[in-house]
C-alpha cells in the first residue's frame, strides 16, 4: 500500500547539510497499523510527512497504492493527497469554523454537491460520537473531542492511508485510550491503512501490527510488534521496551552478586492462547525444578495476550537443562540469562 | 451662555464633515484593495512560506519600507504629479484619495503580513495534507483565520487616515483639517478648530468602537 524506497532528506542548516532520513525503506501492507517509534529529532516527523510529500525527499522514491507520489506535481499531487488522511498532535483545526465546517473542509475544497457534504459529515459526526456537537468551536471543545474532529475530517474524503503525526501525544491516558481505540475501530471497519508515529511504546503496544524503530533517521530495527516488543535488539528498542516495565524491578535482575552459585537465570516468553494454559506449572512438576519469579509480565499486545517472565532456577546444571529443554517443548520461548 | 457658537458656519463645518467622511471612505476603500493582496504577496513570498521568492519579497520589502518611512506631509507633495495623472487635480477631494492611499496601503499591507503569520503554521499544513492548493489556503484558511486581527489592523489604518485627511487639508484637500487651520489657526477663530477636533474625535471613537465590536464577534479563541 505504502512504499518508500531510498528514502533520503537532507536540510540546509547554515553551512552545513543535517541528514534527517538516511537511505531509508519501509512497506506498509493494506489494512495495517504500522507504527513507527524514536525520540524527538530521530526523524519520525520527516517521514510521516514524506509519505504525503508535505516535505519532498531529497532522494528517493514514495509509492501510494501503486502512484508514485514523488514523480507528481501541482495539481495532480493535491489530488492524490485526498487519499490520504492526516491528523496531527495539536489536532490543526480551523479555529474559524464550527466542528461541522471542519470535517466539510476537505469536501468543499473538492467543491463537492452541498446535499453530500450534509450527508458525509452527519455520518461522520456520528462515526466518532460527536453528535449535538456540530455547531460549536474547537475553541469550546477537550483535547479529546478536538482530534475526533481532526479524525473525521481525516476521514471526510474516504482515504486509503491514515497518517497519524504524534496524535495522542497531546492528550491525558484516559483521552489516549479513547482516541485509540476510535482508531482501531476505524482500521477495522473502513479497512484504512494507518501509518502512527509516536514516542510512547504503549501507543504501539495497544494498536500497532508492525512497528519500525528510528534512530538517527535510520531504521534500525523492525518487525512484528510481539517480535519487536518481546526481543528488542538494538539499545534503542531496549529504552522503548524498557518505558513500559517498572525500572526497580529491571534492577533487580541486573544486580548478579547475590545469586547462589547453584542458581540459572532464565527469561520464558509465551504468546497467545499458551497464556491461559498451566504450561509453567505442569513443566515445573514434571521436572521436578524449583524456581523463583523476579520479574513477569503479563498483558496484551493490541489483542493478543503474552506473558514474559525472568525465573531462576534452583538445581545443577543438568536438572536445570531439562527444565529448559522441556519448557521449549511446550513451545515456550526460553533464553537462558546466564550460568551458574 | 452658547454666544460664542452663534456666529459659526454650520453649514460650512457640515459641509466639511462631509468632505472628510468622503475622503476617509474612498480612500480606506481603496487602502483595502490595494493592501490586502500586498500584504498576502508580502506573506507568501519570505523564506520558508509557500511561494517562496527571495528576490520578490526583498523588492516589495524595500518599496513598503520606503513609502512607509517617508512622513505623509512630504509624500503627499512627491506624489502630486501621480496624482494628476491619475485623478486629473491634485486639488480637493477626489485630488487628496491617492496620496492617502499611497500612504496608507504599505502601512495597511505590513498589518495584514502580520496578522497572517499570527496563523497556525500547523492549520496551514493540515489543509496542504488535505490537497487544499495555494489559492484555498489564502481564501479558505489564511484570510478566516487571521480574520479578527485583519479587522483590528483595517480600524487601526482607518483611524491613521484620519489623521491623514485632516494633514491632506493643509495642500488644499478640503474637510475638517482645512477648516481648522484656515479658521483656528491663520484666523484665530478658535471655536471652529475646538468644533473640528471634536468632530475628528468622535469619528475616531465611533470607528474603533465598530472595530474592536467586530472583532470580538470573530474571534473564537
Redesign the interface.
Known amino acids: 500500500m505504502i512504499k518508500l524506497s531510498g528514502i533520503r532528506k537532507d536540510y540546509q542548516a547554515g553551512r552545513g547539510t543535517i541528514t534527517a532520513l538516511d537511505t531509508l525503506n519501509l512497506e506498509v501492507g493494506r489494512g495495517e497499523i504500522f507504527g513507527v517509534i524514536g525520540h524527538s529529532g530521530a526523524g519520525k516527523s520527516t517521514l510521516i510527512r514524506t509519505i504525503?510529500l508535505?516535505e519532498r525527499p531529497t532522494d528517493g522514491t514514495v509509492h501510494i497504492d501503486g502512484i508514485e507520489l514523488t514523480a507528481l506535481n501541482g495539481?495532480r499531487?493535491?489530488?492524490?493527497?485526498?487519499n490520504?488522511?492526516?491528523i496531527?498532535q495539536?489536532f490543526?483545526?480551523?479555529?474559524?469554523?464550527t466542528v461541522a465546517e471542519n470535517i466539510a473542509?476537505?469536501l468543499?475544497?473538492?467543491k463537492a454537491p452541498r446535499a453530500e457534504i450534509e450527508r458525509r459529515v452527519r455520518e461522520l459526526v456520528g462515526l466518532v460520537g460527536l453528535e449535538g456537537q456540530e455547531n460549536k468551536?474547537?475553541?469550546q471543545l477537550s483535547g479529546g473531542q478536538k482530534q475526533r474532529v481532526g479524525i473525521a475530517?481525516a476521514l471526510a474524503?474516504n482515504p486509503k492511508v491514515l497518517?497519524c503525526d504524534e496524535a495522542t501525544s497531546a492528550l491525558d491516558p484516559q483521552t489516549t485510550k479513547s482516541i485509540l481505540s476510535l482508531l482501531l475501530e476505524i482500521n477495522r471497519e473502513l479497512g484504512i491503512t494507518i501509518v502512527l508515529i509516536t514516542h510512547e511504546m504503549a501507543v504501539i503496544r495497544s494498536i500497532c501490527d508492525r512497528v519500525a524503530v528510528l534512530d538517527g533517521g535510520r531504521i534500525v530495527e523492525s518487525g512484528a510488534v510481539a517480535d519487536v516488543f518481546l526481543k528488542p535488539q538494538h539499545p534503542t528498542t531496549r529504552e522503548f521496551v524498557a518505558q513500559t516495565e517498572d525500572a526497580a524491578d529491571a534492577r533487580l535482575i541486573d544486580t548478579d552478586d547475590s545469586k547462589p552459585r547453584d542458581r540459572t537465570r532464565i527469561r520464558v516468553t509465551f504468546v497467545g492462547e499458551q497464556t491461559y494454559e498451566p504450561v509453567l506449572y505442569e513443566t515445573m512438576r514434571d521436572t521436578g525444578v524449583p524456581f523463583i519469579i523476579l520479574q513477569g509480565t503479563v498483558s496484551r499486545l493490541k489483542e493478543t495476550p503474552y506473558g514474559q517472565l525472568v525465573l531462576e532456577l534452583k538445581g545443577s546444571g543438568e536438572e536445570t537443562e531439562r527444565a529448559v529443554l522441556a519448557l521449549r517443548n511446550r513451545g515456550l520461548d526460553v533464553e537462558v540469562m546466564d550460568h551458574a | 451662555m452658547l454666544d460664542w457658537l452663534a456666529d459659526v458656519d454650520w453649514s460650512d463645518i457640515w459641509q466639511n464633515t462631509l468632505d472628510t467622511l468622503t475622503m476617509l471612505g474612498g480612500s480606506t476603500l481603496f487602502t483595502l484593495i490595494l493592501g490586502l493582496p500586498i500584504g498576502i504577496l508580502l506573506y507568501m513570498t519570505r523564506r520558508g512560506q509557500l511561494l517562496e521568492q527571495p528576490v520578490v519579497y526583498w523588492v516589495l520589502s524595500v518599496v513598503v519600507n520606503v513609502l512607509r518611512s517617508v512622513p505623509f506631509i512630504i509624500l503627499m507633495i512627491l506624489v502630486i504629479p501621480v496624482t494628476k495623472f491619475l485623478v486629473g487635480t491634485s486639488l480637493g477631494v477626489r485630488g487628496t484619495i491617492p496620496p492617502l492611499v499611497i500612504g496608507a496601503a504599505p502601512f495597511f499591507a505590513r498589518l495584514v503580513e502580520t496578522s497572517l503569520r499570527e496563523v497556525d503554521r500547523g492549520v496551514v499544513e493540515a489543509a496542504q495534507s488535505m490537497g487544499a492548493s495555494k489559492w484555498q489556503i489564502i481564501r479558505r484558511v489564511l484570510l478566516p483565520e487571521a480574520r479578527p486581527g485583519l479587522i483590528a489592523g483595517i480600524t487601526i489604518t482607518a483611524v491613521t487616515l484620519v489623521g491623514y485627511t485632516a494633514m491632506s487639508g493643509a495642500i488644499g484637500g478640503g474637510g475638517l483639517g482645512d477648516l481648522a487651520i484656515r479658521y483656528g489657526y491663520y484666523r484665530f477663530e478658535t471655536t471652529v478648530m475646538i468644533i473640528t477636533v471634536i468632530i475628528l474625535l468622535i469619528l475616531v471613537q465611533i470607528l474603533q468602537m465598530i472595530g474592536d465590536r467586530l472583532v470580538r464577534h470573530y474571534s473564537r479563541k
Open positions: 504525503n508535505l495539481r499531487l493535491q489530488q492524490e493527497r485526498s490520504i488522511g492526516m496531527f495539536h490543526n483545526l480551523l479555529s474559524s469554523a473542509f476537505p468543499s475544497l473538492s468551536y474547537p475553541a475530517r474524503t497518517l
